[in-house]
């Protein structure tokens, strides 16, 4: 398949979305992979809380307005609006960054090294911009492709930077030139020559960044308690390392274990092009449809999840351990635990997904909400008590939790939703 071909098909589509988004958890987890085994336990952990907290960040900037821009088939808004407001996000994306280490009291060195990794996500946050249009026009293959290609030459680069120099410094900035320069050839330059210049023309006032502030500022508040959510055994951890209440590597080794459950919500990624097929099936009215392709992916999801957890109880920590080049005995119960949390998380993002797709997205912050109090009650509390853990046990209950209030608002939404969709057709008709 030919890379920004002129055409497209469906086989196509989902090829270079599914390669695209594993390239992309794949960057996660070969970059910490590169980290460990090649730097000091020590710059090992400020990597690691450096790329939480640059996921954290990446809520600001991208202000999830993704799938609502994927899922805007009728055009309310232009790219144009779109990107101001992205500009928007960003800056306050990078200036939040800046305080926030400023915060936390980090010395120079960690400081720094937290900010590149948080310019580096705040480039994928505006590259995300792009290939929002790319799925809005029925081209995810060229976000994957985008996508697959930026990731491959990133981690080629951090690879000989690390080899070269063993410096977590230089490796931070070649990371954040070349995701850059690959941003700019294969998200910039590609968007330009696909782009048709026949959009509807907006009236030029400001009523519409207010109406998308609105429309999305429900998702951002929810993105970025989710994020808060699964950083908070990590926040517990760092602090308790900064303490001197755990060893020095415990935060590389429960971010290792806690790599398989991002594959999780991979999977769900690979069915976005289904998700805009549900929202066409919504918007035209087509319940049974649309709830038809809904059962498909929880269907496939269970047996992903089912097959994984057997997989990760008998081959996890060994094949980790061989990865990363760290010892993880005694940890299988813990990445069992911190993978059934992802499970929850990953049955949960369907649901918010599909709230999103009935516009009824504003009703989730309830639930994010509750499971960002719990999350902060017991984790510092499990993670002094023992340690990672502690950690697993609080990310997987705060993740239960989460998934059966959203399920809860979910039936109820529903309902009245579909309520709805029913009167309209009877006075249509």
């Known amino acids: 398949m030919r890379l920004f071909s002129d055409t497209t098909t469906t086989k196509s589509i989902y090829f270079w979305n599914m390669l695209g988004n594993f390239s992309n958890a794949l960057l996660t987890v070969l970059s910490m992979m590169v980290v460990t085994r090649s730097l000091t336990s020590y710059d090992a952990d400020i990597f690691s809380i450096g790329w939480a907290i640059s996921q954290l960040m990446a809520t600001i900037g991208t202000f999830q307005v993704r799938m609502y821009q994927a899922t805007d088939i009728n055009g309310k808004f232009s790219f144009n609006q779109y990107f101001k407001f992205r500009i928007l996000c960003l800056f306050l994306m990078i200036l939040t960054s800046i305080f926030y280490v400023m915060y936390r009291g980090y010395d120079n060195y960690k400081g720094f ?33 985008s996508l697959f290609l930026r990731v491959i030459i990133s981690l080629l680069v951090l690879v000989v930077t690390a080899f070269l120099t063993q410096n977590l410094t230089i490796m931070c900035i070649s990371l954040v030139l070349s995701y850059f320069i690959s941003f700019y050839f294969f998200d910039i330059r590609i968007y330009h020559k696909f ?20 429309e999305t500022l429900p998702l951002f508040i929810n993105s970025f308690l989710a994020i808060s ?30 790599m398989p459950a991002s594959f999780l919500t991979l999977f769900y990624i690979v069915f976005r092009p289904l998700i805009t097929e549900m929202a066409i099936s919504w918007d035209r009215g087509e319940v049974r449809d649309f709830l038809k392709k809904l059962k498909k992916i929880i269907i496939i999801l269970l047996l992903f999840s089912i097959l994984v957890l057997i997989a990760a109880y008998f081959l996890g920590c060994p094949v980790l351990s061989l990865f990363y080049g760290i010892n993880l005995d005694g940890q299988a119960w813990n990445l069992i635990i911190i993978l059934l949390g992802g499970c929850f998380y990953t049955f949960a993002c369907i649901l918010d997904n599909t709230l999103l797709i009935l516009r009824r997205q504003h009703v989730l912050v309830i ?33 239960l939790f989460f998934l059966l209030s959203i399920i809860i608002l979910f039936l109820i939404e529903f309902r009245k939703a579909k309520i709805n969709v029913e009167r309209n057709e009877k006075e249509n008709h």
């Open 367 to 399: 639930s994010y909400m509750l499971t960002w109090i719990l999350s902060k009650i017991i984790s510092d509390f499990l993670v002094n008590l023992s340690g990672i853990h502690g950690g697993a046990l609080a990310y997987m209950l705060s993740m």
């Open 195 to 214: 782009y048709k210049s026949n959009e509807i023309r907006r009236k030029k006032n400001n009523r519409w960044l207010i109406e998308i502030f609105k």
């Open 113 to 145: 090294i937290i900010l590149l990794l948080c310019i580096f996500r705040a480039i994928d946050c505006f590259a995300d911009l792009y290939e929002g249009w790319f799925q809005q026009k029925g081209r995810l293959d060229f976000s994957g492709q």
């Open 229 to 258: 959510i699964m950083n908070a055994p990590k926040d517990s951890i760092d602090l308790a390392l900064q303490s001197g209440l755990l060893d020095e590597g415990t935060q590389t080794i429960y971010s290792v274990l806690f």
